[in-house]
């Protein structure tokens, strides 16, 4: 299949589904019960996987080079989507407190060379990806970080997003190497786990302050809406990304800044924004617990899908059953943990 077709129609699908989706959440209204709510929640949950999961999708044939000025046009992408959602919720207010979720997660993303260099992306992406989601749930579960336990839900990571060209890169090299590689994977890991508990904790403070009779002006609260810290997070990306590729450029004056990324990283950055956006209002409803092993796990699984259909990937008979299986153990793993919802 022709990469550019496949670029074009992901641009058109970004773009629509961008201001689609933002505005059907904005216009969701509660049924006394909630269940208009959740039914919203499992779509974003929907949504969230396929954007994480096909996000990569147009840099797929493409050379990034050393990353860094991809990893910018991902950051524009991803700051486009949460201006627009700023724009179709009515300007709300601006929390600095909480870019400190999106400049984590950026940190993050920062290392995602090194461990990719050191360890090669499939297992990178298990080491990081393991560490991402056992840090997501344990901190709604257990109430990590300041955050409160399982009955208030937060925000959380999503599947990390930089330089990736769809290739294994480097060899793994020296054991050294490689157990340094792992070490950085598991601390990635952390931060991409933990990059949305400033707002969660702005929110917390905001439910405290609502509930307080002796607060006479609840204006000063923080907003209880987790898609009210959108902006903020997806600002904290951008700055944290901008102050990273000036570095970088310094440092190395021959940092490639190419034409051709530019396209392919702001379409990924849409893709990811608008999952992003998703896994907000989905974390919000259905809690830590239950939508971050869903958006954490199944996107690996449509990657791996859209490679067999669209690129060919993981031909021969022993790969399709290792696949199938993956992908039998994900829909018993999400029928279970959606089923548990109901004996929360």
């Given at each position: 299949?022709?990469?550019?077709?496949?670029s074009?129609?992901?641009?058109?699908?970004a773009?629509?589904?961008?201001?689609?989706?933002?505005a059907?959440?904005?216009?969701?209204?509660?049924?006394?019960?909630?269940?208009?709510?959740?039914?919203?929640?499992?779509?974003?949950?929907?949504?969230?996987?396929?954007?994480?999961?096909?996000?990569?999708?147009?840099?797929?044939?493409?050379?990034?080079?050393?990353?860094?000025?991809?990893?910018?046009?991902?950051?524009?992408?991803?700051?486009l989507?949460?201006?627009?959602?700023?724009?179709?919720?009515?300007?709300?207010?601006?929390?600095?407190?909480?870019?400190l979720?999106?400049?984590?997660?950026?940190?993050?993303?920062?290392?995602?060379?090194?461990?990719?260099?050191?360890?090669?992306?499939?297992v990178?992406?298990?080491?990081?990806?393991?560490?991402?989601?056992?840090?997501?749930?344990?901190?709604?579960?257990?109430?990590?970080?300041?955050?409160?336990?399982?009955?208030?839900?937060?925000?959380?990571?999503?599947?990390?997003?930089?330089n990736?060209?769809?290739?294994?890169?480097?060899?793994?090299?020296?054991?050294?190497?490689?157990?340094?590689?792992?070490?950085?994977?598991?601390?990635?890991?952390?931060?991409?786990?933990?990059?949305?508990d400033?707002?969660?904790?702005?929110?917390?403070?905001?439910?405290?302050?609502?509930?307080?009779?002796?607060?006479?002006?609840?204006?000063?609260?923080?907003?209880?809406?987790?898609?009210?810290?959108?902006?903020?997070?997806?600002?904290?990306?951008?700055?944290?990304?901008?102050?990273?590729?000036?570095?970088?450029?310094?440092?190395?004056?021959?940092?490639?800044?190419?034409?051709?990324?530019?396209?392919?990283?702001?379409?990924?950055?849409?893709?990811?924004?608008?999952?992003?956006?998703?896994?907000?209002?989905?974390?919000?409803?259905?809690?830590?617990?239950i939508?971050f092993?869903?958006?954490?796990?199944?996107?690996?699984?449509?990657?791996a899908?859209?490679?067999?259909?669209?690129?060919?990937?993981?031909?021969?008979?022993?790969?399709?059953?290792?696949?199938?299986?993956?992908?039998?153990?994900?829909?018993?793993?999400?029928?279970?943990?959606?089923?548990?919802?109901?004996?929360?």
């Amino acid at each position: 299949m022709d990469f550019l077709v496949v670029s074009e129609n992901v641009a058109v699908l970004a773009s629509s589904t961008t201001t689609t989706t933002a505005a059907a959440i904005a216009t969701t209204t509660s049924t006394p019960d909630g269940s208009n709510d959740l039914a919203i929640a499992w779509i974003c949950t929907v949504v969230a996987c396929l954007g994480f999961g096909s996000n990569y999708l147009p840099v797929k044939k493409c050379d990034t080079r050393d990353g860094q000025f991809f990893s910018l046009m991902v950051a524009c992408g991803i700051f486009l989507v949460g201006f627009i959602q700023w724009l179709a919720f009515g300007l709300y207010k601006f929390e600095p407190i909480a870019m400190l979720g999106g400049v984590i997660w950026a940190t993050g993303n920062l290392f995602v060379p090194i461990i990719v260099q050191r360890l090669g992306l499939g297992v990178g992406q298990l080491v990081w990806g393991a560490t991402n989601m056992l840090t997501g749930w344990a901190t709604g579960m257990f109430g990590l970080f300041g955050v409160d336990k399982a009955p208030m839900s937060g925000d959380a990571p999503k599947p990390e997003e930089v330089n990736i060209t769809g290739e294994e890169p480097t060899t793994q090299g020296s054991s050294s190497q490689f157990l340094i590689g792992f070490v950085v994977a598991l601390g990635a890991g952390v931060l991409f786990g933990s990059n949305f508990d400033p707002p969660t904790v702005l929110q917390q403070q905001g439910k405290a302050c609502a509930d307080d009779p002796t607060i006479a002006d609840k204006s000063t609260c923080h907003s209880q809406d987790s898609l009210d810290y959108v902006i903020s997070h997806f600002t904290g990306v951008l700055l944290l990304t901008i102050v990273a590729f000036v570095v970088f450029k310094l440092a190395a004056p021959s940092c490639y800044i190419g034409k051709d990324v530019v396209l392919p990283g702001l379409i990924a950055g849409i893709l990811w924004g608008i999952a992003q956006v998703c896994w907000f209002k989905a974390n919000a409803v259905l809690s830590y617990v239950i939508a971050f092993p869903i958006i954490v796990g199944i996107p690996g699984v449509i990657a791996a899908m859209w490679g067999v259909v669209l690129f060919g990937e993981n031909k021969g008979r022993k790969n399709m059953i290792c696949l199938s299986i993956i992908i039998v153990l994900q829909a018993i793993s999400l029928i279970l943990i959606a089923t548990s919802k109901g004996n929360a």
